[in-house]
């Protein structure tokens, strides 16, 4: 199975200001139709998960641009630029690319 | 969008099976894939198994294998989930999710918590 590690475990944030979250794989998650396969989901307070990024930097339908993905092979990072009050909740990680797809431990953000 | 409404919390004891429902509004089932997912405070979010895209083959996590059924009545747009031999280990939220063209996971339901204690 494909191990995913997230950092940090929690990131406390002044509105305003950026934020950043680490994902690594523990093999690499390049597709051979040469796309990254790898998700950003969000669960805010009392909520199911949702989808934040996929596919390493596609934003889903609304999310601000403030929410950034990048990386690739097995090193990824999720980039808040200017972290709102609404964006309070735990991140997680995940990979589709192979099953059973897996999940990091999440980094819970909140606010200073 | 794709609404996804769950059955309420269950309680089993030790060894006993449990199933939860997952109702479609706004699209039918066979336009989805579905996949359950699960959440505990020991071992955090867990996908437990789903139906392919494309194929729609079930495909099971191994931690899963034997004890999990997954089916779908397409006359009522409702997924099951049905989790057996259950162990206090299963004491969790379950939710159904659907994934999308780019393997994401893109609507979830609201969760259904199964508690399993004796």
């Known amino acids: 199975d494909i191990v995913m590690a997230q950092s940090p475990f929690s990131l406390a944030v002044t509105p305003g200001e950026p934020a950043s979250i680490s994902c690594r794989s523990n093999?690499?998650?390049?597709?051979?139709?040469?796309?990254?396969?790898l998700d950003w989901y969000v669960q805010r307070p009392g909520q199911s998960p949702q989808l934040l990024i996929y596919l390493v930097s596609t934003r889903a339908s609304g999310v601000p641009d403030r929410f950034r993905g990048s990386g690739s092979g097995t090193d990824f990072t999720l980039e808040i630029t200017r972290v709102e009050a609404a964006d309070v909740g735990v991140y997680y990680c995940m990979q589709p690319l192979q099953t059973p797809f897996t999940f990091g431990r999440g980094t819970k953000v909140e606010i200073k | 969008q794709v609404h996804l409404v769950q059955s309420g919390a269950e309680v089993r004891e030790p060894g006993a099976s449990v199933k939860v429902s997952c109702k479609v509004t706004d699209y039918t089932l066979t336009e989805l894939s579905m996949h359950w997912v699960r959440q505990s405070p020991e071992k955090g979010l867990e996908w437990m198994g789903g139906f392919a895209l494309g194929t729609h083959e079930a495909l099971y996590a191994h931690e899963f294998q034997g004890r999990l059924t997954m089916t779908e009545d397409t006359s009522t747009d409702t997924a099951y989930m049905e989790l057996g031999s259950l162990r206090s280990v299963d004491t969790a939220v379950y939710y159904c999710?659907?994934?999308?063209?780019?393997?994401?996971?893109?609507?979830w339901g609201q969760g259904s918590l199964v508690t399993v204690s004796s």
């Open positions: 999710a659907t994934l999308g063209q780019e393997q994401m996971i893109d609507y």
């Open positions: 093999q690499s998650l390049l597709n051979s139709n040469g796309f990254h396969y």
